[in-house]
């Protein structure tokens, strides 16, 4: 695939890197994206288990301490899951993963819009808020903020409606934005799989939510 | 002004409806954003107060019962205020407010990333898990979620941070992201207004986020 090795190049004379952590939900966004177009990132794993984000050489790269970054090889560190798609996006635009017209683009980022307010947030309370390891870190970053117990209870509550929503969409949707993979439908699985992490699964009778797990887990990207 | 005639003219012959509340704050950065494009919306008014958002009628325009929403002449409805503001830029690109370059198009998403998580939903809970009126809709939608206290003391103690974060942002940039008026000073504008009626002020010591506030509460769009 000439494309495939051309964008990978440069890609990699550009010295972009990518500050990542295998197991945490945001950066797999940013590499299933990165996977769908063919991109290979420069990867430099933070270790967040440990701790590593809070660390002086970290924080110099992203004051907020979180992950994924995308270092530019003119020093500019991109922060925030849909920033930096959207800068893969406009670097490689097909496939697109924001949509063709203006239209579909209003949708797709509606949608990722409602995935991650209505779906990631609230697996996130769900999980910050009761993890033993996460005491007085219910939020990402430096400020310490202690676990509120009502508000992981509320997450939980909350999957079950988006779980809901999202297979309603799916009905008559083969992804949630119409017949066209988007990152709305990267997100949205992100959350799925973060959310079974909590024991929280799809329902039985939610067929088509289940369908279109099952067609986006089985692309080659869903494995990045 | 030609270009703004045109426009709006153009938004009018297409029969582009904006159902819109003129007292809550998500709307308004979407107002704020059109009237520095020059572009007057058709404007439908919601009456939030009475709970009209959870009538039939707004149901079938969107069953998330929130405001903002925009509504093509091809029936396509648009929610989430940033997906509504990405059309109306895609649609009237100068001026632009999401940056020239694709790298100025990425930080300004990361800040506006960052304002609507750091600052919006942070005063979003200070307010819904404390007004009077909002006993069991601590979340905006159709699903009743009772309020949390330390939810709304979480949500000034971030206001707080949130401040002093883009004031430090603030001492060598003449906007958030540079020497561009963006959608993130105006995403960031709303919630220091919306954090003022919840008694949360600008510190007399936070001097440049003062300076910022006057410039951008000086521009005509801000009283849209």
Redesign the interface.
Known sequence: MPRQCLTQTRLRKNNVKFYDCKTAPSPRRVRIFAAEKGVELQTIAIDLASGEQFRPEFRQINP?CVVPVLE?D?G?R???V???C??LE??HPEPTLFGHT??E???T??WN??VEQQGF?AAADAFRNAAKGLKNHA?PGT?Q??Q?P??AE?GR??IT?FFEKINRQLIDHEFLTGDQFTIADISALVVVDFAARLKMNIADNATDLRRWHDAVSSRPSASA
Chains 1, 2 share one sequence.
């Open positions: 907020d530019l003119d500019t991109i922060t925030e849909l920033a930096i959207q800068y406009e670097q203006a239209v683009r209003a949708v980022l509606m819009v409602k947030m939020l400020e903020y202690a509120i009502e508000l509320r509550r909350r409606t």
